[in-house]
Each structure stands twice: as structure tokens, then as C-alpha cells.
């Protein structure tokens, strides 16, 4: 059992929970990702699944890959019962729906994340990339260091 450390509303002591399921895990986003996503229409509402992300989601499941839904939705236990009749619909009913990450997972696919080159800090961009982060850039805030220039940026 992992130990959590109290919160200034619990207790001193720390709480017991159960080690992670030891089966590497892709955690794919909800919202924007898995379903089409415009704006926040309410808790009830998931919108139409993305064809292309179904069917990788059903092609990792068919070659044995636990797939877990990842989404913030996950941290409010009202939310779940939308996404749950949502997966039923798509016949993923056997899906796990989670907002915690443990040491294994593999991979998260999500339409809001920025990857990072491991222990560097530096953003991983390539040619194929069509979008920028929605917050300031390292290589905008200190231009004068050393970076390479992008051809899209």
C-alpha cells in the first residue's frame, strides 16, 4: 500500500490506498480527444465520438493495450455516470475512466497537452505540428539564448 500525505482537512495520519494495477496503460483524453468538444454544454453532455481516435482506441484494445480514459471529469464521482452510459454506446463499457496518473502509463493522448523532451524542460516540436500553445514560449520569453528557429513559429 502507498501512503498519501494528510491535507490541512484530514486527519494526521496518512491514508492506505492500493498499489496501482501494475499493466502498462495509453490514457486517452475525453473531451476534444475521444469526443468532439466545443464547449462545456453540462456534466450530462458528451459529445460525438471522433472516428479516427475510436478507431486507434479499438485497434490498441484488439492487440491487448489497456486503454484508460483520462479526463478531468474523472475527480467529480456525478460526472462519471455520463461518460459511462457514453462508452456503453460505443460498446467500451469496460473501460477504466481516471484522472491520476501512475508510474505506469505509457502515453497520454490529449487535444490541450504540450510534450516535453524527457529531463530537458525543452517543448517537443516537429515539421507536422499545426498548433501553438496557448501560453508563452521559452524561446519567446528569452530569446536571446541559444534555441533553434522554427520555420512556423
Do not use: C
Amino acid at each position: 500500500m502507498s501512503q498519501i500525505q494528510p491535507t490541512p482537512e484530514s486527519a494526521d495520519a496518512p491514508v492506505d490506498r492500493p498499489e496501482p494495477d501494475p499493466t502498462p496503460w495509453i490514457g486517452v483524453d475525453l473531451d476534444g480527444t475521444l469526443a468532439k468538444f466545443q464547449s462545456w454544454r453540462g456534466i450530462g453532455h458528451v459529445g460525438k465520438p471522433i472516428p479516427d481516435m475510436m478507431e486507434r482506441v479499438r485497434r490498441w484494445r484488439s492487440e491487448g493495450i489497456k486503454v484508460k480514459i483520462f479526463t478531468a471529469r474523472a475527480q467529480y464521482e456525478d460526472y462519471l455516470p455520463p461518460i459511462r452510459k457514453w462508452l456503453k454506446k460505443q460498446k467500451l463499457e469496460d473501460m477504466e475512466i481516471t484522472n491520476e496518473l501512475d508510474p505506469y502509463v505509457l502515453e497520454i493522448w490529449d487535444d490541450r497537452a504540450i510534450q516535453v523532451i524527457s529531463n530537458t524542460g525543452q517543448i517537443y516540436r516537429h515539421p507536422s505540428v499545426t498548433a501553438r500553445p496557448k501560453a508563452p514560449l521559452l524561446e519567446e520569453a528569452f530569446p536571446h539564448e541559444n534555441r533553434p528557429t522554427l520555420s512556423f513559429m
